[in-house]
């Protein structure tokens, strides 16, 4: 990997108001690489309101909508160009019975959602309302189907009536329900989290079931199904092992789980009360992921040396307690400069994977965990991490860029070392360079040289996300206090390119 660091720093305290300096060199004419769009997946589930009062009002809502989907949402997740969309969990996935989820709104029989607070789920947004808004939001659907709780049938036959063309059973009952043309699903989950809340099993029997269950998930006329087995949860490396040893060559692709996340007993700390310190321990433990990542994929690599199985990491981000006041188990968040951070740092580091990681789902789309969109009734904000991945869309299906980047780093608890810049560059298919760079320090403005290998740079133009607080976050008052602008601290001077970026900052720079 091109990437240098140096100048290690003893500890955060000293780093106080002084300019720093970093090099970077791009090699245009290096890559050979796409970076998948699929890397700027999203995940929906039935959890607290992400789906009930975050995407769906319902039609006869005094919330403006279509067809029950809340216009405010659709248009500013339309503007994110988002590639798939997983739903309907989660957890939640190895509790829902699909066929509860079809037919008059009005006759969906109830349930209760153990996961998540124990709250009725009347079934009102269903299979039909989950693929008719992939098709208004222009992605592909990724189902996570049940196989904690579901049966080998019940899976099958959800496949056939999203997908059979045919005078098929299924295909007849999708039909009865007003959807005469089958959608096309490429994307199947056979279960999530099977270690866990997917039925607590052991990766040889869920290795068997996965095969058991994806062998009755059938391409049916000309849809291609793209069969994804349910993965690790972050540093458990034998359930990817076993995975790969006895079921890698029936799956398409096999999922990982990693949060930056404090751990999973106690307060996992306030999203937007944290200091200095709280700061860059979250930096360290997001960027933890790519050790994690490249010991997953060391695995698949002794299976699967032809890199047919890809890895999909279907749920990533922040998870800080619920806000105060919230309902308990709804996992509702905020969202500060702070997530913007794991958000940038994360998605430059996942584009070196591209060869191996094909698609990545972040937790979740509104109102849970590190989300896009937070909603209050009729009242909706964009959050910080929204506007990364308003910034960062440029990179989705580009070709990834080598590059040398030399900076310093600091070091964090738990024996972590965070550099501090990040950066990350593709060229898209009109042949614009852009390059995403985070300035990681909260005190220093860093003097950033940038050399393209000699390749003639006419303009730079860019937008940058800052705030005058880590802390800072957009609410239902102050919606606008966080938001990108243009960035005029980039200067072509000798065929380099010069950037002052700021202390806590994010830019996007598109050279030309
Ligand atoms: O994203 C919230 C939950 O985290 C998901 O339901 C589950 O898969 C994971 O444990």
Not at 62 to 75: A, F, K, M, Q, S
Not at 194 to 220: I, K
Request: proline residues 4%.
């Amino acid at each position: 990997m091109r990437t240098l660091f140096v100048g290690v720093l003893a500890c955060i305290a000293f780093t106080m108001n002084a300019q720093k300096n970093a090099q970077i060199r791009i090699y245009p004419e290096q890559g050979t690489r796409q970076i998948s769009r699929h890397i700027y997946g999203q995940f929906a589930e039935h959890l607290g309101s992400c789906i009930y009062g975050g995407l769906w009002v319902g039609p006869e809502s005094d919330i403006p909508n279509t067809d029950g989907y809340r216009n405010d949402v659709l248009e500013a997740l339309k503007n994110l160009q988002i590639p798939n969309l997983r739903w309907p969990g989660g957890c939640f996935a190895d509790e829902y019975h699909w066929m509860d989820g079809i037919g008059p709104r009005e006759n969906r029989p109830k349930m209760v959602n153990n996961n998540w607070g124990g709250t009725i789920e009347d079934n009102s947004f269903g299979t039909h309302e989950f693929l008719n808004l992939c098709e208004l939001l222009g992605c592909e659907p990724y189902i996570s189907a049940n196989v904690g709780s579901g049966t080998v049938e019940e899976m099958a036959k959800w496949v056939e009536y999203m997908t059979s063309e045919g005078d098929s059973p299924m295909a007849r009952l999708r039909r009865e329900n007003g959807r005469d043309k089958a959608w096309k699903v490429k994307f199947l989950g056979v279960g999530n989290e099977s270690w866990g809340c997917g039925g607590s099993m052991r990766p040889e029997y869920y290795a068997d079931l996965y095969r058991r269950y994806a062998t009755y998930c059938r391409n049916y006329d000309d849809n291609r199904l793209f069969k994804i087995a349910s993965g690790a949860s972050d540093y458990d490396y034998n359930w990817t092992e076993v995975l790969m040893k006895n079921a890698g060559g029936h799956m398409d692709g096999l999922s990982l789980h990693y949060y930056t996340v404090t751990g999973w007993s106690g307060s996992k700390g306030s999203a937007t009360e944290f200091n200095k310190e709280d700061y860059y321990w979250t930096m360290g433990k997001c960027l933890e992921i790519e050790d994690v990542l490249v010991k997953h994929i060391r695995i698949m690599d002794k299976y699967d040396p032809r890199k047919k199985v890809a890895l999909m990491l279907d749920e990533w981000g922040t998870w800080w307690d619920e806000e105060p006041g919230t309902i308990r188990g709804h996992l509702y968040q905020q969202n500060t400069m702070r997530d913007a951070f794991v958000a940038a740092l994360t998605l430059n580091l996942f584009h070196k994977y591209t060869d191996r990681l094909k698609m990545t789902n972040i937790a979740q789309i509104v109102n849970v965990l590190q989300s896009m969109i937070l909603t209050n009734n009729e009242k909706m904000v964009l959050t910080p991490t929204y506007h990364i991945f308003e910034m960062y869309k440029v990179h989705q299906d580009a070709t990834h860029l080598p590059l040398d980047l030399i900076c310093e780093k600091v070091s964090v608890r738990d024996n972590r070392e965070v550099p501090l810049v990040s950066a990350s560059a593709s060229k898209d298919n009109n042949g614009k360079i852009h390059i995403t760079l985070a300035n990681v320090d909260l005190d220093n403005n860093q003097e950033i040289t940038l050399d393209l290998n000699n390749q003639k740079i006419s303009k730079v133009n860019g937008r940058i996300l800052t705030s005058r607080s880590i802390n800072d976050h957009n609410t239902f008052d102050n919606p606008e206090l966080v938001k990108p602008v243009a960035f005029t601290g980039a200067k072509v001077e000798k065929g380099l390119v010069k950037i002052n970026l700021p202390a806590k900052s994010i830019v996007v720079l598109e050279v030309n």
